[in-house]
């Protein structure tokens, strides 16, 4: 019956069935056994059977249907007549049959309750997300939800009455020890209990899950410990979100831009470790505090306006704007700040990240500046060389106009050569700026004489101190100096400052070029300073600092004069670094000229051998006469060097490219072939080849004549066989020196 | 035509002024802007060809002088520089020139310019002239 609903039908049909077997058996096999007093009591039996199936409605039908049989049939006579004593009888049968009918229903509603909680417990248990295992008091298993099926790999079956400890095996993360059963602490200590954490379970299969479990008695009303409930999950999601989290909070702690959250009323809720080092307020001083304490005031709208965009749910990004850090400094920062959302797509909050720009508006500034002052550069460039050509360009009209004027012509000259030579300096200054900023400058470090290339600077800067009508004071030690130094660059160096001094010296100025070299306490010193004087119009104490940058000039405007390119100053700074010294300024402002020093690292050991002089050097022997080809696509140099060489009595032939180069070295057999590097049909590198392969150019002397004079270009000439590299243009003087060294004269 | 030459770099100004004296001009030279205005003063000349870059004085501001000095039909400015002639252009020097010429200078172009200065003094200023000589 249990589990099993009333079944009206069988009840009911008891009642009829059951009500005429009695009549029947009651008439016919046991009308003589019974007494007749007790006409009833066997349909008691009728009752019982029709309430046991169908409860009471079917048992109050079987009364009603035995109370009319019985007193029918054994209780009246003649028809409906009832004696007195009957009456009691029947009343109390139905009163029997109606008790018995209410006691079987009453029995149905109470199974029926504890079936439809048992169900209910049921459906809980297996629909719950997390697993659940109940043991009894021996700790053996007593029923075992899906969850904790699918988890364990034990079926319910299978698990059911084994002991926990087979069900559910956990271990320690980390040390892979058996954990404590938790059922068997709670059957000792009788209250809940949690489980550690990193716990793991091993299924059935060996698979190995981390959980968190907690375990609670079950009591009966009397406090006694029936039996366990374990309820446990798997932690392997949670895990995996908490490891993200972890991570991400890292991520945030240690970026470098400051992290900031914030609720909408503008109250700082977290603060990462970047905020603490751009703001310095550390993140207990400032959590729960609004943001606007790191805005300047002068900025009230600033606040508002981006909580506006926030709530309309737009992001604000790089906007640039400044903040204020704790000790009252101000700073320039880019902030990017994004609303944070709730489930719901409600802003509850904005993260703001913060970036400290100051260091980035400054280079900027800086690119800004070196960009103008490169511009500015072109443009004085441009000047610069237009400057010369004026008088050149005039010079050449005059020489058109009155060449049979020797006077005037011979004037010209004199003009055109001064003003080439300024060009050709402006050009070398510009390739010395090229060399350096690529690092190709190299130095031809030895030992050298101070005195003498101060001697050296001082020539040639006389011109231009002379032609200013200045003074020049030269002072040299009494002993002799010698510095490890590339003398040519040195003297550019002191000339650099002469010419500096010069130019910016008012007219009939004193210029004072004192060497000093500094004696520290008896011992001898190791450094020796040059210092060059000025009484010229000084510079302003802001322009102190960058007087050694590139393209600088103390700006006067239109009133300088001696313009120069800027570059002067700079590469007196970059030598006088590259021989281990260094250079500073002095001024005490404008009109109240300029001292530079410059200062040089003393060699005070002896040279191991004297430099090897030599001595007959000095002796100029002209050059024996010798055939000479001058290799050269354009016309007018090549005729101009032709005149040259035939004056200093050579013989000269021409080629124009370079097979013909070839072919009148194969003819003419010269002595030396000046040799142009850029010419048409063949490069002057191809001629130069060709010319070694054969057996009469083995000997040949060939010299490379080009605009570039980089250290690269002269190693590439090298290896094509050339013996000699010079830059174009090339002087007489030179020309007459190279030829002199290449075909010295026959004794 | 008197010419004035004023040009702080003398190489320029010498071989300018020995090409106007080849052309049969009478000129003078100096070499920086104070100067160009006392010997204007005195010198009275038809054209003057003013560097702009000059120490001191910068050849603007001795146009501007100039212009004070003596109307503009009877003195020619052309101005010489080296520099982009958009640089010196300022608003406040605008117009004072009449003419700019680059540098190193368009020889032909001077030719021009003190031809057509010539045939435009005005007659007032050559009876002057005329009168005085």
Known sequence: MRGQGRQHGLGYLTAVVATAAVVLIRRFLLADILEPDAPLYLFLFVVTAAAWFGGLKAGLLATALSTLAGTYYFIARDGWRIADGDGLRIGIFVVSGAAISCFAEAMYRSWDRADRQREALRITLSSIGDAVIATDADGRVTSLNPVAAALTGWTRDEAMGRPLEDVFRIVNEESRLPVENPVKKVLAEGRIVGLANHTLLIAKDGKELPIDDSAAPIEDAEGAIRGVVLIFRDMTERRRAERTRLRLAAIVESSDDAIIGKDMDGIIHSWNRGAERLYGYTAKEVIGKPVSLLMPPDHPDEFPSIMERLKRGERVDHYETTRVRKDGQRFDVSLSISPIKDDGGRVIGASAIARDITERKRLYQQLLEADRRKDEFLATLAHELRNPLAPIRNALQILRLASDNKATVEQVRTIMERQLQQMVRLIDDLMDVSRITRRKLQLRKERVDLATVVRNAVETSRPLIETAGHELTVTLLMESIHVEADEARLAQILSNLLNNAAKYTERGGHIWLTVEAESEGGQPSREVLIRVKDTGIGIPADQLPHIFEMFRQVDYSLERSQGGLGIGLTLVKWLTEMHGGTVEVHSDGPNKGSEFIVRLPIVTEQPTQQPSSSGDGECKVAAGPCKVLIVEDSEDTATSMRTILLMMGHDVRIAHDGIQAVEAAGSYLPDVVLLDLSLPKLSGYEVARQIRQQMWGKNMKLVALTGWGQEEDKRRSQQAGFDQHVTKPLEPAALEELLRKLCPPSA | ?133
Not at chain 2, 5 to 34: K, P
Not at chain 2, 56 to 85: F, H, I, T, W, Y
């Open chain 2, 1 to 133: 035509m008197r010419v004035l030459v004023a040009d702080d770099n003398r190489d320029a100004a010498d071989t300018l002024a020995t090409i106007l004296r080849l052309w049969g001009h009478e000129v003078r030279v100096v070499y920086e802007g104070t100067s160009a205005l006392i010997v204007a003063r005195c010198f009275r000349p038809h054209v003057v060809l003013l560097d702009i870059q000059m120490p001191k004085v910068n050849g603007c501001e001795v146009a501007l002088n100039l212009r004070r000095q003596v109307g503009r039909e009877q003195m020619l400015l052309v101005a010489v520089s080296a520099s982009d002639p958009l640089d010196y252009r300022l608003a406040r020097y605008d117009g004072v020139f009449d003419a700019s010429l680059g540098k190193p200078c368009d020889l032909d172009r001077l030719e021009e310019l003190l031809e057509g200065c010539q045939s435009h003094i005005p007659c007032r200023r050559r009876q002057q002239l005329v009168n005085r000589e």
